[in-house]
């Protein structure tokens, strides 16, 4: 069955500063790979996605991530981070849209002024 | 860009007493929705996969006569939470999956504290 692990519960960094969130994933075929953020109280919001070809995947807001098979990871990226980016963010794997969808834990990614 | 509408946003219901909570594809046909819960501070957790026309597919553990979910048109689906009690209380979101491009659009959630 297919997991997906984030390591990192909670993140702080400073408005401006790059920032990388980890995701690491055990799944039996070639997997879709999804990067979500969520607002407080809000619905869940697609930053990007991969399903095959280049595997550096730009999303929206700036953010972009890359998918490492041989570490089955998908860590998403940002340059420059900015006070809205202040969120909590899912990684999710599937077989495709929804089938057989897991979402990680989350990070909550805090950003100070 | 597609649209899906969860209403109510908000409901606080007295305990013994049925919520429904509607999951509405503004602009796209969706056979199929899902529909998961999520507690405070944690993912979301699948509890059933919706399908137009038929039954739904619940997930293990979840209790199929205490959360009914009816997908009656392509482009609305319901969770009914019957005899609701306080550790019914969480946050439900709804995810549309648009049929002409698989892609999957998720709902604002909808809170419920049951009383």
């Known amino acids: 069955a297919q997991s997906v692990t984030q390591p990192d519960i909670h993140i702080t960094v400073s408005e401006g500063a790059s920032l990388e969130l980890r995701c690491n994933y055990s799944?039996?075929?070639?997997?879709?790979l999804f990067w979500y953020v969520q607002s407080p109280g809000q619905g869940l919001q697609l930053l990007l996605k991969y399903f095959s070809g280049d595997t550096l995947v730009q999303g929206i807001k700036g953010f972009e991530a890359e998918f490492k098979r041989s570490q089955s990871s998908f860590n998403l990226r940002k340059p420059s981070v900015h006070w809205s980016d202040a969120a909590e963010y899912f990684c999710?794997?599937?077989?495709?849209?929804?089938?057989?969808?897991?979402f990680g834990p989350g990070t909550r990614l805090s950003v100070l002024p | 860009g597609a649209v899906v509408s969860q209403h109510p946003s908000w409901v606080i219901c007295k305990s013994g007493t049925s919520v429904k909570i509607e999951c509405r594809s503004l602009?796209?046909?969706?056979?199929?929705m899902f529909w998961y819960r999520q507690f405070p501070k944690q993912s979301l957790m699948l509890m059933a996969t919706?399908?137009?026309?038929?039954?739904?597919?619940?997930e293990q553990g979840v209790e199929k006569d205490k959360f009914l979910i009816n997908h009656a048109s392509l482009t609305l689906s319901t969770l009914t939470v019957t005899s609701a009690h306080p550790e019914d209380s969480s946050f439900y979101i709804c995810?549309?999956?648009?049929?002409?491009?698989?892609?999957?659009?998720f709902g604002e959630g909808s809170r419920l504290t049951v009383l």
């Open positions: 799944y039996g075929a070639t997997p879709y």
């Open positions: 995810s549309a999956r648009g049929d002409t491009t698989g892609e999957l659009f």
């Open positions: 999710a794997v599937g077989a495709n849209y929804g089938q057989n969808f897991v």
């Open positions: 602009d796209f046909q969706a056979t199929t």
């Open positions: 919706s399908n137009e026309g038929s039954k739904a597919t619940y």
